[in-house]
């Protein structure tokens, strides 16, 4: 190598040969590249002086990235601790303990029944009862509320059926009136009556003259009989939230039971709070589920109540109403066994008439006021098959003397001849002849009306 000095240190390299280190002259050309390998050389020595500073900076970041990718998975770790911790150690020990079979009769029998309800004992009381059935893919479902206190009460119904649409009923009773609303998806009816009071209660009227299932408000009680005429019944407690895994911690009693009305077993649940309060039920088989919920909460005449129309008839009908001889007597029956004033009221003869569509018109024939047939009954005459008047005699009988017409009144006619066949008895004010309307869900029994209505369901798909 040119330059390069022999190990004596006398001599060097001139690139042909050793000559004297003393007499050596490098050219220009060799010391410009000789500066030149210098320089090129210096830049490589700076340039990896630079490179390491990047390197270092990597070191930290990584060293940091490390740090909190470990504080993430210690956060991870310490909440699912946490969270098992809770959900089986912490949780699992505010839930009230299971009850024995002693224990649920004792907490059972601390809950108002019916009669309670009805006495006002229970002061305001609610029910909530929602079932569905599902059979071949298809979904009936059904509500129920019902309310009660001493001063009134409610009963709602609905009933949806899919692409069959929905029937809903509400009836609101207290002592001044009777309402009713009807909504069958296509139209809403709003009606109310005004009525002087009732003979009972409004909670007695909606808990025994309702469509509504009231016995399964009241299931927990049949439990308990049940299980003391049969104390080999199927009965086990344990924990469980209520209604779903997000509801309230609760006890669950359960047990396999048959209800009235309904064939076959069915499996039951019902649910306590940490203060033995009801918080609801449970019902179930194969293909149907009830969820039966309960509350204590104030409630108040439904604002729909407003708006309802006051041109319907007082609701009573007469029994046997139909006259067929000389001498006729009938029954007044108020529904809900509601009381009515007798001013304005008419004892009316009236006869039938239909429109092309079937429907029924109430003509009425013959009318003397209340008051005239309550003082030993009221003269009329009808025309005989001989066109020649025949004296008859109406009269009311106000069995309880309250000078209301109400439940087992009575009201008669008396014929010198046979000239009233085939026309009706009857009670009347300005809104027309009385009759009881038909307030509620059109069914006898809500899981048989349910199979009804989706056999019939089945049956038109198969049709099609």
């Not at 108002?112 to 009381?125: K, M, N, Q, R, Y």
């Not at 000078?403 to 066949?421: A, K, Q, Y």
Request: overall charge negative; glycine content about 6%; charged content about 25%.
């Amino acid at each position: 190598m040119v330059g390069e000095v022999s190990p004596d240190g006398n001599f060097i390299w001139n690139g042909e040969g050793w000559v004297p280190r003393d007499e050596y002259n490098p050219s220009p050309e060799v010391t410009e590249a000789t500066t030149t390998n210098v320089f090129h050389l210096g830049e490589q020595e700076l340039a990896g002086n630079v490179g390491w500073e990047p390197v270092a900076e990597k070191s930290s970041e990584g060293g940091k990235g490390k740090l909190i990718a470990m504080s993430i998975v210690g956060m991870l770790v310490l909440s699912a601790l946490g969270w098992v911790l809770y959900a089986f150690v912490i949780d699992a020990m505010l839930f009230p303990d299971p009850y024995s079979k002693t224990k649920f009769v004792s907490v059972v029998d601390d809950h108002p029944t019916v009669e309670d309800v009805i006495s006002g004992d229970a002061g305001e009381w609610a029910c909530f009862v929602e079932m569905e059935i599902e059979e071949d893919d298809m979904t009936m479902r059904t509500k129920f509320d019902i309310y009660a206190s001493d001063n009134g009460a409610r009963s709602y119904s609905k009933i949806s059926f899919g692409f069959f649409g929905s029937y809903e009923s509400d009836v609101w009773i207290d002592e001044n009136q009777i309402a009713w609303q009807m909504d069958d998806s296509e139209t809403v009816a709003k009606h109310k009556v005004a009525i002087s009071g009732l003979d009972t209660s409004p909670a007695e009227e909606i808990l025994h003259n309702s469509s509504a299932p009231v016995e399964l408000c009241f299931l927990h009680h049949d439990i308990v009989a049940s299980m003391d005429e049969n104390p080999s019944q199927k009965f086990s407690s344990d924990k469980e939230r209520f209604p779903d895994e997000e509801g309230v911690r609760a006890v669950k009693v359960e047990t396999v039971m048959e209800i009235d009305g309904e064939d076959g077993e069915m499996k039951i649940a019902v649910y306590f709070d940490d203060d033995e309060n009801i918080l609801g039920t449970k019902i179930s088989n194969s293909s149907y589920d009830c969820l039966i919920t309960f509350s204590d909460g104030s409630f108040s005449k439904p604002s729909w109540t407003n708006s309802a129309v006051s041109d319907a008839p007082m609701l009573v009908d007469l029994d046997y109403a139909d006259i067929w001889s000389t001498t006729h007597d009938s029954m007044v029956h108020s529904q809900y066994n509601a009381t009515y004033s007798m001013d304005g009221v008419k004892v009316v003869i009236y006869d039938t008439e239909y429109d092309d569509d079937g429907n029924e018109t109430k003509v009425i024939e013959h009318e003397v006021s209340i008051q005239d047939a309550l003082n030993g009954g009221a003269l009329i005459q009808a025309m005989n098959w001989n066109n020649e008047p025949v004296n008859c005699t109406l009269n009311y009988t106000d069995i309880d003397s309250d000078g209301l017409i109400s439940t087992n009144d009575i009201v008669s006619v008396d014929c010198e001849e046979d000239v009233l066949d085939g026309m009706y008895l009857g009670i009347a004010d300005e809104n027309g002849v009385a009759e009881q309307v038909s307030m509620d869900v059109p069914w006898l029994s809500p899981i048989f009306t349910i199979f009804a209505l989706l056999g019939a369901a089945m049956l038109v798909s198969r049709r099609d």
